[in-house]
């Protein structure tokens, strides 16, 4: 009788708990399973009460939903409380949610309160949203307080920093207006600016109305993106207003955004309403390219949000 009840007992200690794809055991009534992956693992599931869970971050405390990859590794947990978890940062205390790439490394998390991290620019006191690259490399912060940080432009006052999973600095959000020199010349500049991993300038964003050189002519542009090519090339703008250009095919109307190859050929040109190139017309937003010897590669027809 007794060794029947033990029996009984070991099966009803094992129905009562779910294996995770990690191969921890939680009791089974203090989770909800939603979906299942095509091997029959799990890959989302609803944990109703605080439960310590073994994680890539250490062991952390969750309630809430929990996401795997099809590989078996967490790709998102949220968070019952803020706790201290182990980063490629170092240990941070976080709140709200942790996820991993599928690799298991860190991918993003949220810093409970302003902490002290060590970056490829020196420490920086950061806040919300922190990300790193698969191979643990810091690939976007946002600062607490307005500190000059020294990037390939010189010391800026930003708000944000991304970086490259090799370390150089990818781009900054700023935190006023600055005068920069660009390939374009001098500009003035806000919001975003962002680099090659050389130093070089990709891209920025601008304060207000200013005249730009282009393969195409003198544009003016207001509060829009510039890009250029490694070297210096201009690559493309974004445009506010209609400007009329003369392409291979013909002279149209072009809006939104005009780009170019790094020769200075024109690449592609947006026209929005009745464009009519090579005995063609074309009603309503349209994206016209060019090959770099100018021979036209037809127009893609643009949805309003792309």
Sequence with gaps: MNKLCFILLLVTNSLSALTLPSGQEIDDKAAEIFLYNESGGIRECRILAPTLIKTPAGNLKVKGYLVWHDNGTLVKANLAEPQPADTPSGTLTVRSFFAWHPNGAARQTYLSEQQDVKTTVGILNLKEKISWHDNGQLEWCRLDKKVPVKTPSGDLEVSSLGWYDTGELDS???????????????????????????????????????????????????????????????????LREEIPVTTPSGRINAEARISWHESGALKTCISMGKTKLKGKTYKGTYEFSWDEDGKFLGGKALSLDE
């Design 172 to 238: 900054c959000h700023l935190k006023g207006r600055i005068d920069i020199e660009t390939p374009s010349g001098n500009l003035k500049v806000k919001e975003y600016l962002g680099w090659y991993p050389t130093g070089e300038i990709r891209q920025c964003s601008l304060a207000d109305l200013q005249e730009i050189e282009t393969p195409s002519g003198k544009f003016k542009v207001m509060r829009e993106y510039i890009w250029w090519y490694p070297g210096g090339k201009i690559s493309a703008v974004n």
